[in-house]
Nanobody, 118 residues
Framework: QVQLVESGGGLVQAGGSLRLSCAAS????????IGWFRQAPGKEREFVAA???????NYADSVKGRFSISRDNAKNTVYLDMNSLKPEDTAVYYC????????????WGQGTQVTVSS
């Protein structure tokens, strides 16, 4: 089993940057894909980015070229670097652990708020 805790959210102006962190506990962390998802008020949760256990990465079209996902298995941590932020990036961001190719994520963190002001 994997427990996930997100951090790094906050308030930033449009065009700014933030780094989100997802700290995981559990000895099998390196075998899981880690994904980032977000949910804005009144909207459904949507996929943002994911990185597989062997390094493959996938991004939503809306964040390609602006966001970057990386993982440090030695620290059991996954990062989401967000640049050129837009007001529409405002949401609660969640990290999740699961299967990269099936797109199924079984373990979820509690979320961290990101607010981008115009």
């Amino acid at each position: 089993q994997v427990q996930l805790v997100e951090s790094g959210g906050g308030l930033v102006q449009a065009g700014g940057s933030l780094r989100l962190s997802c700290a995981a506990s559990g000895r099998t962390f390196s075998s899981y894909a880690i994904g980032w998802f977000r949910q804005a008020p009144g909207k459904e949760r949507e996929f943002v980015a994911a990185r597989s256990s062997v390094g493959s990465a996938n991004y939503a079209d809306s964040v390609k070229g602006r966001f970057s996902i990386s993982r440090d298995n030695a620290k059991n941590t996954v990062y989401l670097d967000m640049n050129s932020l837009k007001p529409e990036d405002t949401a609660v961001y969640y990290c999740a652990a699961g299967n990269f190719y099936r797109g199924i994520y079984d373990y979820w963190g509690q979320g961290t708020q990101v607010t981008v002001s115009s």
